[in-house]
């Protein structure tokens, strides 16, 4: 019992000599706590009210009232698409002409590019 008397003895003295201090620090707290207590009612104000099952609508069948338009077809021109005869392999000629081998580095950028990708993807999945 005495560190309770003793303790706040040494509490009203506190106050009593530093009183400016005192009603500084509690006019602070409380400012604080009714700053946070405006701050919570106007967000619990705001806050969207849980839907009814008279609130949602029910979905109606989808009822077709006009015809789809359908878009011209363009002719495509045989010489488009048939510029070339077509062969069961490439001559070594055609093979040094357009392929090319890969180089390691190229596919190191490619695999890294796509770990990019994945991660990225990945990354925003719930």
């Known amino acids: 019992m005495e560190v309770l008397d003793n303790l706040r003895r040494r509490f009203g003295d506190f106050i ?29 104000a705001h806050l969207p009210k849980p839907l009814k099952k008279s609130d949602i609508k029910q979905q109606n069948d989808f009822i077709q009232t006009d015809s789809f338009f359908v878009p011209d077809e363009k002719p495509v021109i045989e010489d488009y698409y048939f510029s070339r005869d077509e062969k069961e392999k490439w001559t070594e000629e055609e093979t040094d002409k357009w392929f090319t081998v890969p180089d390691s580095r190229w596919v190191e950028s490619l695999s890294e590019a796509n770990r990019q990708k994945v991660n990225k993807i990945l990354g925003a999945a719930p």
């Open 16 to 44: 009593r000599n530093n009183s400016k201090l005192t009603l500084t620090i509690i006019f602070t707290l409380t400012a604080f706590v009714a700053v946070a207590l405006v701050i919570v009612l106007y967000e619990t």
